[in-house]
Structures are given as C-alpha cells and as structure tokens.
C-alpha cells in the first residue's frame, strides 16, 4: 500500500444495528476485524435512526465522533455531556459508558493504542485546490459532499481518499465540497 487509492461508497460494507446502520470506510491493517477490536485504526459513519441509544462498549478503543448531519447529546456517565452540532466532535474512551440522544449522521474515528488521529473539516469551493505530499502514516479524506478531481480519479460524495507516507494528494473540487480530512500517526 503505496500509492494513494479511492475507495468508493458502492464498494464500503454496511451492517445494521438497533438503532440503524454503520458503514465501514476503512480499517488498518486492512486484515483486521472490527468485531475483534485488533485494528490500529478504523473510520466509519452511522446513522442513528432513534431518539436514544447507547454505545457498544469497545475496551481499548479511543473514539472520535464527528457530527455530520442532525444534533446529538452525548452523556458519557462519570465524565461529561455534551451537546453537538454538524461538525461538531467529541473524544472519548470506548469503554465509557456512552448513552447518545438525537438523531444524526456522524463520522466515526476509532483508535487502538498505537495510534494517534487529528481531524479537520476543509471547505472547498468550486475550482479550489488542495496538493501535499502526505508526512504522517496516511492522510485520510472522506468526502461528506460535493464532487473531487483527484489525482487517483473522480471522487462523489460518500468516497474515501487515503494517502500513505510521502504519498502524494492533489485534487480540485469540481463543485462546493465539504472534506473530513484524518491525519494518523501510528505509535
């Protein structure tokens, strides 16, 4: 896995819950499974279709929940609430006990202990460009909307772009886009 590569929403595996439904964007190491919490990182979105769920408690795992559409409420028992908007995040252990009100879209970052991950929301108007060549272990773009020229194809909204170290990323937004940008170090 040298190279930048596209991964297209048509080609992410979506599983239902009780309360609606997760996509798998990416996981790595690619041979890692989610359901044996053995990955490095994992990025997904979920729908939450009730007005109230609680989180599966995932031992080990740091969590970053990003807001994409709707208001949340987050009560994590013994530690804080918080009200969150679109684009809002919030961090947390996966062990907390995590109760969630609203329903939303959200972007889902999920951590093992060897790895660290900052985000960033990057808003680019039609024509706009953005090139780097990738210093951290990859550079992840998850495209919530809009449409993308990029240097490894056309991205529509739902794609995810991952870029490998010393990978090189450049694209132009072909319309108004709206980008989850993840920087991963792994420790």
């Known amino acids: 896995m040298s190279k930048p590569f596209i991964i297209k929403n048509n080609a992410q595996p979506s599983t239902s819950w009780s309360g609606g439904e997760t996509t798998e964007l990416f996981i790595f190491p ?6 044996k919490l053995n990955f ?7 729908t939450v279709n009730v007005k109230k769920s609680v ?11 990003i807001v994409l559409k709707g208001h949340l409420k987050l009560e994590h028992e013994n530690h804080h609430v918080i009200d969150l908007g679109p684009f809002d995040s919030d961090s947390f252990w996966g062990d907390w006990k ?19 991950c900052q985000h960033e929301v ?3 108007g039609q024509s706009e460009c953005f090139n ?12 919530f909307q809009g449409d993308l020229d990029t240097n490894c194809g056309v991205m529509t909204s739902g794609d995810i772009l991952i ?6 990323c450049q694209f132009e937004a072909i319309a108004d886009s709206v980008i989850i940008r993840i920087l991963v170090s792994l420790i």
Not at 30 to 35: D, F, L, Q, R, V
């Open 40 to 46: 490095d990182f994992r990025l997904s979105t979920a």
């Open 132 to 143: 780097e060549i990738n210093s951290q272990d990859f550079s992840c773009f998850f495209l």
């Open 30 to 35: 690619e041979a890692a499974e989610y359901s």
């Open 55 to 65: 989180f599966t408690p995932l031992i080990g795992i740091r969590r970053t929940l």
């Open 98 to 116: 995590t109760t969630s009100m609203g329903r939303v879209l959200n972007f889902n970052i999920m951590m093992g202990n060897s790895t660290h």
């Open 163 to 168: 870029v490998p170290k010393e990978g090189l």
């Open 122 to 124: 990057l808003n680019l």
